[in-house]
């Protein structure tokens, strides 16, 4: 019988174009996913090699980080220029390079635009099985669906338009295990929160985590797309989650996944994938989703991870000398003191969406805590949905009514305020409750101080003014 | 791409960890669509502070870094090494690196010099008055000193560097072998090519309802 692989071994197995003699492969890519920021300098190697796009058909180009998240069209129905004349130039570059080399583009004023990770999935251009990439870190997210999925730089996005593949080691692969029931007001935010916790920021790094256990079986797709989409602040490049019924139905009548026998065919394969029983990690960790509370970051890195009952720590309890150092910095960069109680810390801003946290799901728990109430005085809250669809969809359903009426702001799909790149920004020295992924120095503005939170623990953030366990809030009215 | 064997010179002895590419180059430095040019916006959060490392004139474009774990964390942004090769680095020394970030380093003609921490705390000590030497050739790093640290290299980044070679060329020439792959999935795994059958998804300005 043949050894028994991983989810990982077989999908890269599948993959390999040549073997070098240093083990180095040539690998296959199945999907490649195009923004504005990381490919103007890549289509412009191309055009200065005289080279061509291999497959545009296995590529699409879709703007998010830089497009603003004020309205994109008047009452008239004309688009309205972007102001800031980098940012329009840097989108009208992506315009002109698909046009130029034939790319499939979802423009800035289609329904179906978004953040790339939200797009991907939605419109089932992810896929089990498939090596997908992106110039963008949080690429890891599309594992959710049993993709071998990560984040490339723009010298590796330029190889992959002109040969459709890349030049990668094989990783060390890493099982993070999480059994147990969720408990009551703990989100994937939280998992993932408390996985970060656990590995720290460079846990994963030279691995590919793959997800197993009840706890990531028991979350629908949308709560293992967060999951996966925060792989890369552990380290790990990529994060994988084994297809299964779940992923099929969510993926079944997509724009883009097969059809007809086509669809059969591709998940009867789809089925061989998961990992076989013996099949061995370089590594497992191992969490009880018992232990896991509603969590939030206290400093500038995602692994300073509290539980939200917890309070700011001390860095004198850190035994690693150059962590106690990083969490003084971190501190004073947050204008934090050791001991404060974390529901004791006011905010200024709360922010809901990122490709972590931005689709339908998202939306509605935030709203469940949003309804009936107001977000409070000197807090400004932003709802940014991951795409045209999920806003429509959530319109549908009368969220933008629940938000609005409590005083949030409800606006176009992008990046937002999970980058301080288009104007959505955290002014320097203020504090923001926010889903996105990553807390860095300056990530959401020069100064800027924000603490990673789910959808509900922001949306309960905003109505109180501080940091608040939404346990008290959920199911009260 | 230029070619490098042997990097020589001051080095910013900084040995600072989880180094993440928003540091390096700020978010709003990315709207640019060119290459060039982003030296200026390298570390523009740690220069703000008076007294900073970088424009300490006594390391004045050093080719070399000396950072701590993890460098290069974070976002995928490569423009994180244009901005490096733009302010004159040629070579980092740290004990480890993000995946993401080595290899845009080697794309970019900048060593990736991993070494253990009690090397790195010898090396910080050293740049602080001396200069210190990145050999390609034989893999070491050396100082005035007589200290010697021997690091390895991935064996097709090593040649990539010091032939300063274009990657995208090479793979090209294996156009054979990739096109014989692509053939054979679309007999296995047909779903996978999206040809014409999915063109009319992907829309341009339907316009928002
Ligand atoms: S939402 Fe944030 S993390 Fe996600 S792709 Fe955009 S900038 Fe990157």
Redesign the pocket.
Known sequence: MAAPLTLYEKIWNAHVVERRDDGTCLIYIDRHLVHEVTSPQAFEGLRAGGRTVRRPDLTLAVP??NLPTTPRVDATGAPIPIVDPESANQLEALRRNVAEFGVPYIDALAAEQG???VVGPEQGFTLPGTTLVCG???TSAHGALGALAFGIGTSEVEHVLATQTLLLQQSKTMEVRVEGALGFGVSAKDVVLAIIGRIGAAGGTGHVVEYTGDTIRGLSIEGRLTVANMSIEGGARAGLIAPDDKTFEYLKGRPMVPGGDEWDWAVAWWRTLPSDPGARYDATVTLSATDIAPSLTWGTSPEDVVPITGAVPDPESFADPSKRIAAQKSLDYMGLTPGTAMQDVGIEHVFI????NSRIEDLRAAASVANGRHVADGVRALVVPGSGLVKRQAEAEGLDRIFLAAGFEWREPG?SM??AMNPDKVPAGQRCAST???NFVGRQGPGARTHLVSPAMAAAAAVMGRLTDVRELMGVE | MNPVRRVEGRAYPWGAKNIDTDVIIPAHWLKTISRAGLGKGAFETVRSTPGNIFDDPRYASAPILIAGDNFGCG?SREHAAWALRDMGIVAVIAPSYSDIFSGNAVKNGIVPVVLPQDAIDRLVEVARTDQITVDLETMTVTTPFQDRFEFSLDPFRRQCLMEGLDEIGLTLARDTAISKYESAVAAERPWLSRETKHAGVAVEGTGRP
């Open positions: 998010d980080h953040i790339v990770h963008d870190s949080h969406g990122s490709c972590t990046c999970c980058l996105s992924n990553r | 976002s």
